[in-house]
């Protein structure tokens, strides 16, 4: 075993069992701080891949805005559920049957595909950089318009939020 | 030299998780975190594929970066939704919001 499988090992086991933990953990913050471990395991598992920036951006959009958002919104809900009680609800034995099923029916699939067992290519010359990355989303023969649909996305969920979550004057 | 097939597979697992997640957790705020379980394990996937079968053009790269701003979207989205779910009443348990249940 290489250093990059045991490296990818330990990844794998972080992640997954933080993810475990998210959706087993009875209480709401202590499953958004799991989140955060698994976040960090994606991210590493990002640096194996060779996309550094996607670790990068793993960081600083995901665990940086979004988990910190779940950590504000389970504190703003606390009182809702005061972490008793059952945190499932009462199909869960078949929520984790189709899970199941749904890992199952995935690995069969991916181990009847031809490249299932791929190994990655080296680096040439001609590999894209991150700046070939970054016109290719601002020019118009390649990806501007997915680039500035996704930009109108993010001003009209701001803007929804905003609205969603503003309290009314009485 | 890691094959293809241990991304996958880790990504199926992750995606399962997230999905046992959604289907089974009560706290809506707890769904949503199964959902973004879910996002992660798809863009692993894309990252993993761009990695081993498309070295040479950024389609890879460009479309995980869709999922993480959508991502970022739909979290904006749904918390402040339970945030005001939870304002009007006083709950984020998802089995008690049935207001529009026929």
Known sequence: MTVEQFVFLVMAVVTLGAALMVVTERRVIHAALWLILALFG?????????A??????????????????????????????????????????????????????????????AQFTALPPAFADDTPTLTQLGVALVSPDAYVIPFEIASVLL???????????WGKKK | MIPLSWYLILAAALFSIGLYGVLARKNAVAILMGVELML??????????????????????????????VAAAEVAVGLALFIAVYRRRGTVAADEIDLMKW
């Open chain 2, 40 to 69: 992660n394990a798809v863009n692993i996937n894309l990252v993993a594929f761009w990695r081993y079968l498309d070295l040479q053009t950024v389609a890879g790269q460009a479309f995980a970066l869709m999922v993480f701003a």
């Open chain 1, 42 to 50: 994606v991210a590493g598992l990002y640096v194996l891949l060779n």
């Open chain 1, 52 to 113: 550094g920036f996607f670790a990068v951006v793993q960081v600083v959009v995901y665990i940086g805005a979004i988990a910190i958002l779940f950590i504000f919104a389970a504190m703003l809900t606390r009182k809702a559920m005061q972490d008793v009680g059952p945190q499932v609800n009462a199909g869960w034995p078949a929520a984790a049957l189709i899970g199941g099923v749904v890992f199952v029916a995935l690995a069969w699939m991916l181990s009847h595909w």
């Open chain 1, 155 to 165: 001003v009209a969920a701001m803007v929804g939020a905003l609205y969603a979550a």
